[in-house]
DNA sequence: AATGAATGAGCGTTCATTCAT
DNA sequence: GATGAATGAACGCTCATTCAT
C-alpha cells in the first residue's frame, strides 16, 4: 500500500513517486519511500512503452527463476528466456544479474516498509491492537514472499546494497518502537535497566527471525491465529503494557 | 564439554541424536552432541598422524579462508595454499568446498550446543540467572566466532546440511525453554493464549537474531551490559518471571 | 589545397587518381587529391543541410572518441552519444565503425599529402630548404594530429583499405624522392650502389618513423629546431648534397 | 644467438640466464639479456617436465594462431585446440591471451636483440662492415619473423610492455649509435648541428621503418644485396664516414 | 599420502548492427 | 531522418574436481 491515504499520488518523468501538495497539506507528515526502496531508480529507464514493458516482463520473469533456483544458480540467460526476450536484452535494462535482484529486494521490502507505514485504522485500534495487526501484516507478507524473503536474507551476506535496503527497512520498525518504549519509560512503565534501542532491536529480530524459521526454514506447523497471538501477547509483556 | 561417556545414543527421525532414557536415567541428564555436530564423522579420516596433521591444517587454513573470502569466493586452491599442500591434497581429505565447510560450521555449532548444555554451577544460580547467563555465553561465541556463524547463516540458504545443523542445535534450546514454558503454564504462571512451543521459538529468535545484527551487521553500538540485561529482562517479563 | 579546378582525372589500377598530362601541361603541376583520400567518398552522403549537420557531428565526435578511447575501445553508442544523436542515427551515415575511421583517416593523411604538394613559395627556397621545410610541416601535422596518426599506424596492420590510404600517400614522398635522386645520379652525384626507390623510401621511412618515435612514443624530449636540422642534415648528406 | 662467445652460460632454478665468471672474466662486459625480454620470466613455470613440455607447445600453438588470424582474432580455444589440450588447461599457464602473446614478442625481440649484441668476428671488419653485417641481420629476423613484427608493431599501440619491449631493444641500438656519432663528432667528423641522440634514433628508423615497409607492408620487390648496400651507404653518408 | 597437471562445463557480459515505429 | 529497442554471436575466464605419477 504504497500510496498514501487521502491525497493522489503522481510520478515524474524520472519515475519517482511525488506527493502533490494536497495530500501533503491533508495528511500531514508524509512517509516518502526512501530512495533505497525506490526499484524505478534502479537500472536503465526505457522511453518506450514498448521498453516499458519488456522491463516490467523481465522483472517478473527474473522473479520467477530466482524464487526456483536461487539467486546463485539463476543464469541470466534463463530469465531472458522466461521473458522471451534475447540474452542481451536483459543487458538493455539491467547491468548486471545483481542488479535486477536488487529491483525485486527492493520492491518486496517495500511491502514490509508499507506496512510499516500503514496506518489506516489505527484510530479505532487499542495499543495492542495496532501491534497485533503488524505482526499479522508481517506475516501476510511473509507467506506471500516468502522465496524472495529468504533470498534476501542470504543475499545480506554478500551484497553491500541488499544489506543496506535490508538495515534501511529494519530501521524504520526499530525506531518506531524504540520511541514508544521511551515514551512509556518517560510514563513509568517499563524497568529502568531496559534499553529502549535494545529492547526494540529485540522485538523486531524476535518477530522476523520467529517468522523466518516458521515459514521459510519450516520449524513448525503452527496456527496463525496462535503465532499471532502469543508473540503479541509477548510483545505486550516485554513491555509491560496490560493485556 | 564435547562429549560425555556412560550413554547410548539413537537418531529420531529427523536424523538428530537423542539420548535414550535409560542412559538419562543412569547418568543425569546427559548430553551427547548430536552426531550432525561431529565434525570428524565427516571427511575422510586419515589413519597415519601426518595425515590428521595435514587434514587438521586443511581446517584450519579454510577456516581463514571462508572467513576472510567468504564461502562463495573461497577457493580450493587458496585453501590448500594456506595449509601449504597441493591443490589436489585437499581432495585426499574433503570431498568437496562445502564438505570442509560443513566440518568447520559443526565445529562451530557445537560450541553454541556446548553453551546450552554447559549446566556447570547452575545450581547456585536463580532461573533468571540462568537466563543471564545462557545470553551472556551466546554473546561471547557470537564475538568470538562472528564471521562463521555470519556465513552459517547464509549457507543455510542454499545448503540443507547447514541448514538441519543449524535447526537442530536451535532445537535445542527452543525444546528446553518450550518445558520451561510448559511447566511454569502448569503451575499457573503465563497466558492461556502463549503457545510455548512459538513463545519458545520466539524467545530463540529474539536473542540469536538481536546478536546476528548487532555484532555481525553492525546495526548499533551497544552496551555488552546493558544488552544482557536488557534481553534478560525482556524474556522474564515475556515469561511473566518475576524479576 | 585540397583540389584544383582545370584539370581531368583517372584512376591507375591500383585506385589511385592520377592527373593525366594534358591537364598537368595545361595547368602546371596539378594536384588532386586522390579518391582514396576523399573523406566525402566515403559513407552515405546526406541530401537535407541538417543532414550534413548530423554527418559532420558525428565524425567530429568520433575523433574524439578515438584520440580518446582508441579504435577498438572505441563503441558506436559512445561516438552517437557525443554527438548527441540516438545510437541507431549514426548508421545512417555509415556502414560500420570501421568506415568513420577511415574518413577521419582520410581526413589526416590529406593535411600529409596537402603538405607535401604545398609548394608555395618554393620557388625562392634552396633544395635544402625545400627538404627542410617538408619536415618541419611533417612534425607540426603530427604534432597537431599525433592521436590520429597513431591510430592510423595501428589500424595498417588489421584494415586493408587503411593500409591503401597509408601506402598511397608515402608513395606520393617517396616517388617525388625518388625522381630527385635519379636526377642527381644521372648529374653524377650520389654513388652507384644506391638504389632511387630504395633511397627515397629510407629516406621517408627516416623522418616520418623518427617523428612517431619521438612525439607519438616519447621516444625523447627532442629540440624541435634540432630535430629538424639534424634531420635536414643527413638528408642532405644521404643524398650527397652540398650542405 | 643468445649465447655469448668464449663463455658457457646457463640457467639458474629460475630460468635466468646466468654468465658464469669464467666468460666474464674472458669476454668482457657481458651483455645480459634485459629482464622485460625474457620470456621466461611470462607466465606460469611449470615444475614437471610434463608441464614444460605442454607450455612450450602452446606457445609454439600460440605463434602459429597469432601468425595465422592476428592477435584480436587470436582465441584462446584456438591456441589450446591447436596445442592439443583443453581450454582451460591454458590458464594453468598463461594469465591471458595478450601475456603469451608478450612471451612470444619478447622471444622474437631477444632475437634482434642478440642480433644487436652479436659482435663475433667484428674484429676483422671495418666500421662500415659492422654496419652492412647489422643491417643484413636486421632484414634476416624480419624475414624469418615478419608475421610476429608486424603485429608487434600494431601492439605497440595498444599494451603498453609490449611498447615497453619494443622501445627497450630499439634504445640498445639507439645508445650505441648514438655514442658512436658522438666519438666521432669529438674526432672532428660530423657537422656540430648534428645531435647524436637524434641522429642516431634517425637511423635506426630508417632501418627499421624501411624494412617494415618492404617486408611487411610489401611496398617495393627489391633486391636483398641492393638494399643492404643503399641502406649502409646511406647510414655512412649520414655519418660522414669514408666509404 | 602427495603432487600438480589437466579437464571442461559453465556463465556473464559486450557491442556492432538491424529494424520497427 | 531519427529513434531506441532488440538482437545474438562471440569469447574470455573461473575453478571445482579428477587423474596419472
Known amino acids: 500500500m504504497r500510496s498514501q491515504p487521502g491525497g493522489t499520488t ?21 512517509h516518502e519511500l526512501p530512495l533505497i526502496l525506490m526499484s524505478d531508480s534502479r537500472g536503465i529507464q526505457p522511453t518506450t512503452v514498448k521498453g516499458r514493458k ?20 539463476a543464469r541470466v540467460a534463463d530469465i531472458a528466456k522466461e521473458a522471451g526476450v ?8 539491467f547491468d548486471s544479474k ?12 517495500s511491502l514490509v516498509w508499507d506496512a510499516n507505514h500503514d496506518t489506516t485504522g489505527n484510530d479505532s485500534l487499542s495499543a495492542l491492537g ?13 507467506r506471500e514472499n516468502g522465496s524472495m524473503l529468504a533470498l534476501m536474507e542470504q543475499a545480506v551476506g554478500y551484497d553491500k546494497e541488499v544489506r543496506e535496503i535490508r538495515l534501511a527497512v529494519r530501521q524504520v520498525s526499530v525506531d518506531r518502537i524504540r520511541r514508544s518504549v521511551e515514551r512509556m519509560q518517560r510514563e513509568g512503565i517499563g524497568g529502568a535497566d531496559v534499553d529502549p534501542a535494545i529492547c526494540a532491536a529485540a522485538l523486531v529480530s524476535m518477530v ?36
Open 10 to 30: 503522481s510520478r515524474d518523468e524520472r519515475g519517482v513517486v511525488m506527493a502533490n501538495e494536497a495530500s501533503v497539506a491533508a495528511a500531514g507528515p508524509v
Open 54 to 73: 519488456t522491463r516490467k516482463r523481465l522483472v517478473e520473469s527474473a522473479r520467477v527463476v530466482f524464487e526456483r533456483d536461487g539467486f546463485l544458480n
Open 86 to 93: 534475447s540474452h542481451g536484452t536483459f543487458y538493455t535494462y
Open 98 to 109: 545483481v542488479e535486477i535482484f536488487r529491483v525485486i529486494v527492493a520492491d518486496v521490502m
Open 130 to 142: 495496532r501491534i497485533e495487526r503488524a505482526n499479522r501484516g508481517f506475516i501476510r507478507i511473509y
Open 208 to 243: 522476523s527471525n520467529f517468522v523466518y524459521f516458521w515459514l521459510i526454514l519450516g520449524e513448525g506447523d503452527y496456527d496463525e491465529d496462535l503465532a499471532v497471538a502469543t508473540l503479541t501477547n509477548m510483545w505486550a509483556s516485554a513491555l509491560h503494557m496490560s493485556t
